[in-house]
Each structure stands twice: as C-alpha cells, then as structure tokens.
C-alpha cells in the first residue's frame, strides 16, 4: 500500500507526482506551498528569452508569450485546481492547455492529454481515462504513465486483456523493477485467467485422467466399500453383468470401460441388479474425475439420500461429494459434507484423511495436522497419512518461524523414510521440504528415491526437473526429466506447464503457449484451468509487447 501525503491533501504522494509531471519531494513541496499562496507567481521567458514574472492569473494574456507557454500555463492551472480536488475545473484547464499547445511539440501535447486522463480518473470517468491515455500514448508510445493509467481504467472496466498488455509493456519498459506494476500485472492475471477458466469450463470435454492418476487418487481411500471387489471377487464370478465387468475393467486398468459397465448395471432390473449401489458409487467417481460434474453429483447425492444404502457406501459417497464442492469452489458445503459423514462414521480414517487435504488446501494447518493424527490413530500403518501429517507440521513450523519445530520435524521425516521405505509419497514429501530450504543435493537424492520406489510417477520427475532448475540452472536435464514424464504419462499436466515455463525462460513464447495449451485441455477443474491460463494469458502478452517493442524476449514468470 501507498501512504498518504503528510502534507494534508486527500491524495497519496505518487497521485500527486503523476498529475502535477514532477518528481521527488522537492517537487511536490514546491507545488503544495505554492498552492496554498494567494497570489501565484510564475517566472518564465517571452518570445526574446527575457525573464518576466506575473500571476498565472494575467499572463495567459501576455501577446508576448509563446503558444506553448501559454499551453504549459493552463496546464499549471489545471495541476493546481487538482491538487485542491478540483477535477472539473483541472479539466477545463486542460482543455485549454491542449487546445492551445502546437501539434508538433508531441511530448507536452502527450502530457496534459495523460493530466487530464488523471482528472478524469478520479471522477471515474473511465471511458473518458482510456481515450485521453490513448491519446498520449499515439503522441509518446512508450510513455509509462499514460500506459498504467490505461491499464487501470481497462482493469476498471473489466476490459482484461488490454489492461494486461498495458501493464506488461509497463513491467517490461520498467525492467520488471517496480512492485507496484509487477502486483498489478499479477492481479490483472488472476483476474483475467479465471474469466477464461469460467469460459472454457461451459464447453470443455470431458477426458479421463491418466492411469497413475487414477492409481494415486484410489489409494488414498483405505475403506472404499467398492475396492475390496478388487481383492475379492467372489460374488462377481459370472461377470456377465455390468458391476462385474466395471471391476474386470478397474483391473486391468481399461478405465474408458468402467462408467458405461456401470450404467449396464444400474439400468437392469431390480432383480438382475444385485449392485446397483457400488455400480452408481463407482460410476460418480469416474464422472467425478472426468470433469463431468452434474453427472457425478446426481449419482453421489442418490447414495447419500438412500438411508437403506450401508453406512460405508453413503461415507464413501460424501467425502467424494466433499471434493467435488471443492472444485466447484464451494469450500463451505464441502465442510459440510464431511459433518454430515462423521454422523454417520466417527471411525472412518478416510473421512479424516480426506478433510486434512481440504483443510491443507484452504490454508488451515493446525486443522490438517490434527486430521491427519486422528487418521493415523485409527490406521497406524496409513504411511501416506504419516507423510502428509508431517507435510502440514513442516507447513506450520515454517510460517511460525519455530526452527526447534522445523529441525524437529525433519527427524520425523527421516524417519518416516525408513519405517515405510516403499512409500514414495514419504520420499516425495521430504524432497519438497529440503527443497524449500535450499537443501538441493538432500533433495534430489530423495527424489530420484521416489523414482526408485515408483518409476512410473511422472509427477516426481517433474519435480525432479524443477528441482534442477532451482539448484544449478541446468535447463538441459530439466528438460531431459521432463520428456521422461511425458513418456510415462503423456497426459501429465503438470509436465506441460514447467516446459513451458522453460520455454519462457528461453524466449521461445509460441512454444511456451503450445504447451500451456496442452496442459489446459488435461485440466480437472476450473481452479487448475484459472492457473493455467493465467501462465498463457502472461506468454500472449509478453510475445506482442515484445514484438511491439522490438524485443527478443523478456522473461515475465508471475506468481499466478
């Protein structure tokens, strides 16, 4: 934030400085001591470049002056009626000011018409902002003020994509030295990024996520009524009926299979139909991580009302009915959710698992940490559970600053490795903790452990290339790790989005937006889509400032 002026106008010091064109506090003290004067004084030369002193008042009359300093004294005029709040007499001054001043002299013509945008600024006159900034900017196209006060009033008027290709020429123009464009740049993001997300999600395609995906998403459920057909299949031996070939399917990993096998089953008759229950349950789960979310909620909230379904069935169906009100940005409803099942069942460790994530999702560590305790309570051999506890304390020592905790915290990690050595979630967590404090050696020693203990997660390999990145600058074997990723898992998002943020880094910002555009169509969710197209948003201006400016390239990585 900007502090406000000390000496008692209603505006902050940076206001002041762009309408009045001066710099510095000396600037800005000569211009409030001489307002606050009866009689304003002003120096200047007449067409002979002798001095004469006279009131801003009468010399406007003066035959001797010259048009543009004739112009420069309305402009005075209109910077001292701004400064006293007085917005439509500045304009009027302005006015004058510009019609007065000589075509030619392009750089003061594009001064009083970026003033008078500032007047009009702070009437909210925005239209009227963004044509005078325009303006100024066709007499002086690099002209920095002009551009920012552009990109606010397109900001204000919720014309997005403007705003963000004014503030990144500003960002660019300013050596990406100036925090106040780089937040504004940042927000202007966020904004615009989530207004394409929205978009999107109304005609996105539906696409099943990759088979690790899926892989990881099922194992963090140890009381899934549905997997335990997995193990033991007795009951499903003639497997000529939908529910049995939904579990054949699950199997052999033929995910593609499974929601229509299920509707097969749901559809029989009652009689036929002797798992209609786990065969909708299963069918909202894939329709849930397809991204076909009507269609998952129907299915999950037709379990949850039927109090004939077993208690397993309905807790199962309203932690995955949690998830889905968390991607749909509904964080309250999924808290709600999860009450609603600890009525039923106090002692499911899923239940305390699940809301762990949630609550580590929104930020709330203590809750998380205390959740996923109570999980491990109830299942001490739960190692993900473990993993993801100490994950949540390692999060809370560090935004409390507590180094005993942290130190203490990293022990358990240690040990954690050693008590569940085939958990590569335990690995891949510690990694990132010694990652965050620029342990990098520790670090990708305990990432290529994961590797070893799942060679088919292309998320670690990933984390793995960033890791490079951060530790040595090594693009090369970041790309390399990533290309590995991708030959696992061709559908890994987050494979996408580091290359192309590499590819920024290169300069390479068509290739960057290819990528990012990749990554899009794998996204889950409307959150992951905003971020996403935050990072192409970010490329597609950069590429046409650049190109504007004659600049190879300028590396603009925002934290969106």
């Not at 808290?335 to 002692?347: G, I, P, Q, Y």
């Amino acid at each position: 934030m900007v502090s406000s002026s000390t000496t008692g106008t209603p505006f902050p010091k940076w206001q002041i400085a762009i309408a009045l064109g001066t710099t510095g506090a000396i600037g800005l003290g000569y211009w409030y001591l001489k307002n606050t004067k009866n009689s304003r004084k002003t120096k200047i030369t007449d067409v002979n470049g002798k001095s004469i002193t006279t009131s801003a008042s009468n010399v406007t009359t003066d035959e001797n002056l010259t048009p543009l300093k004739r112009a420069q004294l309305h402009k005075t005029d209109g910077n001292n009626s701004f400064v006293a709040g007085k917005y439509d007499e500045a304009i009027s001054h302005y006015n004058k000011a510009i019609e007065t001043c000589p075509k030619e002299k392009k750089i003061d013509l594009a001064t009083f018409y970026q003033n008078r945008a500032a007047a009009y600024e702070q009437l909210k006159k925005w239209s009227a902002v963004k044509e005078d900034s325009t303006r100024a900017l066709e007499l002086n196209p690099t002209y920095i003020k002009a551009l920012y006060r552009r990109a606010k009033a397109c900001e204000a008027t919720n014309d997005l994509v403007q705003a963000l290709e004014d503030i990144t020429e500003v960002c660019i123009l300013e050596k990406f030295n100036n925090q106040t464009t780089l937040y504004m740049a940042d927000r202007v993001l966020r904004q615009l990024g989530a207004k394409h997300a929205k978009e999107a999600m109304k005609s996105r395609k539906p696409i099943m996520p990759s088979k690790h995906f899926i892989k990881v998403y099922f194992s963090t459920f140890t009381e899934d009524p549905v997997l335990k057909y997995l193990k033991d299949d007795g009951k499903l031996k003639d497997g000529t009926h939908g529910f049995a070939r939904a579990i054949a399917a699950m199997k052999k990993q033929s995910y593609d299979d499974i929601i229509s096998a299920c509707t097969e089953e749901i559809d029989s008759s009652e009689s036929e139909a002797q798992f209609k229950l786990e065969s909708q349950l299963l069918r909202g789960t894939f329709y849930l991580l397809v991204g076909r979310h009507q269609d998952a909620l129907t299915d999950l909230q037709a379990i949850i009302d039927n109090k004939e379904a077993e208690v397993k069935l309905r807790v199962n169906a309203l932690i995955k009915m949690a998830a889905l009100n968390m991607q749909l940005e509904n964080s309250n409803q999924s808290m709600v959710n999860f009450e609603e099942a600890f009525k039923l069942d106090a002692s499911n460790c899923d239940l305390f698992h699940h809301r762990a994530q949630v609550n580590l999702l929104l930020g709330n560590l203590t809750a998380a940490r205390d959740d996923f305790q109570k999980a491990v309570d109830i299942n001490p051999n739960y190692a993900v559970a473990h993993a993801q506890k100490c994950y949540a304390e390692y999060r809370q020592a560090v935004g409390n600053m507590d180094v005993e905790k942290l130190q203490s915290v990293m022990l358990d990690f240690e040990k954690l490795t050693k008590k569940f050595p085939d958990c590569c979630e335990c690995y891949a967590l510690y990694a990132q903790a010694l990652t965050d404090q620029q342990k990098y050696e520790d670090a990708d020693q305990f990432f290529q452990r994961t590797i070893e203990a799942d060679p088919d997660n292309p998320t670690v390999y990933v984390q793995r290339a960033v890791l490079q990145l951060q530790w040595n600058s090594d693009m090369d074997k970041s790309i390399q790790l990533i290309h590995k990723a991708l030959e696992i898992d061709e559908k890994c998002e987050y494979a996408y989005e580091a290359l192309g943020t590499i590819e920024i880094q290169r300069g390479n910002l068509s290739k960057a937006i290819e990528l990012f555009e990749k990554a899009l169509v794998l996204a889950k969710n409307e959150t992951e889509m905003t971020h996403l197209f935050s990072l192409k948003d970010a490329a597609v201006a950069q590429q046409k400032i650049s190109e504007k400016l004659g600049l190879e390239h300028s590396a603009f990585v925002l934290n969106s």
